[in-house]
């Protein structure tokens, strides 16, 4: 991080201006790049970026304590917390502004034209801005009015807070229209399926009044509710889970090579 | 009837005007936090009309959602990485080496060019990388541990039924627990053989072994369905306490 402390002062200003007239020029070449190179260039700049997490991984490391326990580590291993996951997420979060403006400029054309829905359209654009000057603001170490506060409050707690746990809860009645649906497939597999939804149901919920005769110590523990709940989740869920888990990992891997080394097509390396 | 936007607008308009009565009585008996209870469970109310069917009302509180979204997320983008992570590095700490995330975030507004729109690939191309670099590692440690915990004891260490209370050590294994285990067994295998398409299941025992990794699969499945549910009527249940007790009042809040 040491290395990274150069500039003071006004040297800020000169280094940002010659930060953004290197940017134009670089810019300036990419646009004249034939096409035959495009593919390539993008090609070596995901494989470099790819790169350092293999050699980090590879190359030969000691080990470290690090908060009382033995970890491996090379010359690239700081790099990764101190620069390159602060790089990601700061790349990251300047590409959220591609996002905004999408949705800005469609939904200020919808108010401009008057197109249909164009009062959810201008709903949208004043709470978005609402909670972007309030929340700003009311961040800010600035000295703010005391009302600023008590507006974002109102903006997050009471709307943004309730609204999205509403939202979430309506899951719960989709999700027993859809149960009705997919249990009307009478099969011995859909029969299965719920028979284990219903213990695991019960047992997370008031089974545990229906079995609360049974001892929950020794063999008879076994014939509670709330037992076979946990032993289907742990016994026959994770395992199965497991296993899909292992393929998707496996998947996951393939599909990071094929970037990686840039034989993925689509729309990163796709003409 | 189909309302209009200009309709919808009028009757929204209108509404505002006992809402804002609702909100200051609220405000008048309950203080600042009882104002957000008010509009709280107006939205509430105003989200779950959707449940008797799409209406403007809905669409109305699902744009404000969107857009309060979008908001807190610009928001937060600042405040918790861009502010701490970048800002304050260049301009109070005169790293100035951080600026060169500007030049890769200029590039990926590019993708607005019709001409030039293969240039904001160039950041995303980089992320990408990134993203591939970090799944070798995660898999190694994600997986191997969870394949080298999958291999569990068959052999039970003491003969009887079920663990001595309280809890037993980590080696002391009994029938039942074997039994478990090999359970547990089966239904990693069989569910990976079932899944295991780079050869033919030709012969009857492999077909079998997949078939019953299917059925366990859906025992599986059966249980994260129950578990999800659960989750999920948590939520409405939080909201249902919401709704009749602080915001109607209707009994005495939990403590």
Redesign the interface.
Do not use: C, K
């Given at each position: 991080?040491h290395n990274?402390?150069?500039?003071?002062?006004n040297?800020?200003w000169l280094?940002?201006a010659g930060?953004?007239l290197?940017?134009f020029i670089?810019?300036g070449l990419?646009?004249k790049l034939p096409l035959t190179l495009?593919r390539p260039?993008?090609s070596v700049?995901?494989?470099?970026?790819?790169?350092?997490?293999?050699l980090?991984?590879f190359l030969p490391t000691h080990m470290v304590l690090d908060h009382g326990v033995l970890v491996p580590e090379n010359f690239l291993t700081d790099l990764i917390p101190n620069i390159?996951n602060?790089?990601?997420?700061?790349?990251?979060?300047?590409?959220?502004?591609?996002?905004?403006?999408s949705?800005i400029r469609m939904h200020f054309n919808n108010v401009v034209r008057?197109r249909?829905?164009?009062?959810?359209?201008l709903?949208?654009?004043?709470?978005?801005?609402?909670?972007?000057v309030f929340?700003?603001w009311s961040?800010a170490n600035l000295h703010h009015p005391q009302w600023v506060d008590?507006v974002y409050?109102?903006?997050?707690?009471?709307?943004?807070?309730?609204?999205?746990?509403?939202?979430?809860?309506?899951?719960?009645?989709f999700?027993?229209s859809a149960?009705y649906r997919a249990f009307r497939i009478r099969s011995?597999?859909a029969s299965?399926?719920?028979?284990?939804?219903?213990?695991?149901?019960l047992?997370?919920?008031f089974g545990g009044l229906i079995t609360d005769k049974v001892p929950d110590?020794?063999?008879w523990s076994n014939f509670r509710i709330e037992t076979w709940?946990s032993?289907?989740?742990n016994?026959?869920?994770?395992?199965?889970?497991?296993?899909?888990?292992?393929?998707v990992?496996l998947g996951?891997?393939a599909?990071?090579?094929r970037?990686?080394l840039g034989i993925e097509k689509g729309a990163?390396?796709g003409d | 009837m189909k309302l209009t936007d200009r309709t919808i607008g009028i009757i929204a308009v209108i509404c505002l005007i006992p809402i804002s009565f609702g909100a200051y009585l609220y405000y008048l008996r309950f203080g600042q936090n009882g104002l957000n209870i008010f509009l709280g469970g107006l939205v509430t109310l105003a989200v779950y009309s959707t449940l008797y069917r799409e209406n403007p009302i809905y669409r109305f509180v699902e744009h404000i959602y969107l857009g309060l979204a979008a908001g807190y997320g610009v928001v937060i983008a600042w405040s918790e990485v861009l502010s701490t992570q970048w800002y304050d590095p260049i301009f109070k700490q005169h790293q100035w080496l951080w600026l060169w995330i500007l030049p890769l975030a200029i590039m990926a507004y590019f993708v607005f060019s019709k001409k030039h729109s293969w240039i904001s690939r160039i950041p995303l191309v980089i992320l990408s990388g990134f993203a591939a670099g970090t799944i070798f590692q995660g898999f190694v440690s994600q997986y191997f541990p969870q394949i080298q915990d999958s291999f569990k004891s068959l052999r039970p260490t003491i003969y009887t039924l079920q663990n001595p209370d309280p809890s037993p050590a980590a080696h002391i294994l009994s029938i039942s627990g074997a039994i478990n285990n090999a359970i547990f067994l089966i239904t990693l295998t069989s569910v990976l053989t079932y899944f295991f398409f780079s050869f033919e299941h030709k012969t009857k025992a492999i077909r079998g072994y997949a078939q019953v990794g299917r059925w366990l699969m859906m025992i599986g499945f059966g249980a994260i369905f129950g578990s999800t549910i659960m989750t999920r009527f948590a939520l409405l249940v939080d909201r249902m306490y919401f709704i009749l007790i602080e915001w109607m009042h209707l009994g005495h809040p939990i403590i």
């Open positions: 991080m990274w402390e150069i500039a003071q002062g040297t800020i280094a940002l930060v953004l290197v940017t670089v810019i990419l646009t495009r260039l993008l700049l995901v494989f470099v970026s790819g790169l350092f997490y293999a980090e991984y390159i602060p790089l990601a997420q700061d790349l990251s979060a300047l590409l959220f502004g591609l996002g905004l403006f949705l008057q249909s829905g164009w009062v959810n359209s709903a949208l654009l004043v709470s978005t801005l609402s909670m972007m929340g700003f961040r008590q409050h109102h903006l997050f707690d009471g709307v943004y807070q309730n609204m999205d746990a509403a939202m979430f809860s309506l899951i719960a009645f999700i027993l149960s011995f597999e299965i399926l719920m028979t284990s939804a219903l213990i695991v149901l047992g997370l919920s110590y020794g063999l709940s032993w289907i989740l016994i026959i869920s994770s395992p199965g889970l497991r296993a899909i888990d292992f393929g990992g996951g891997l599909m990071g090579l970037i990686w990163l390396f | -």
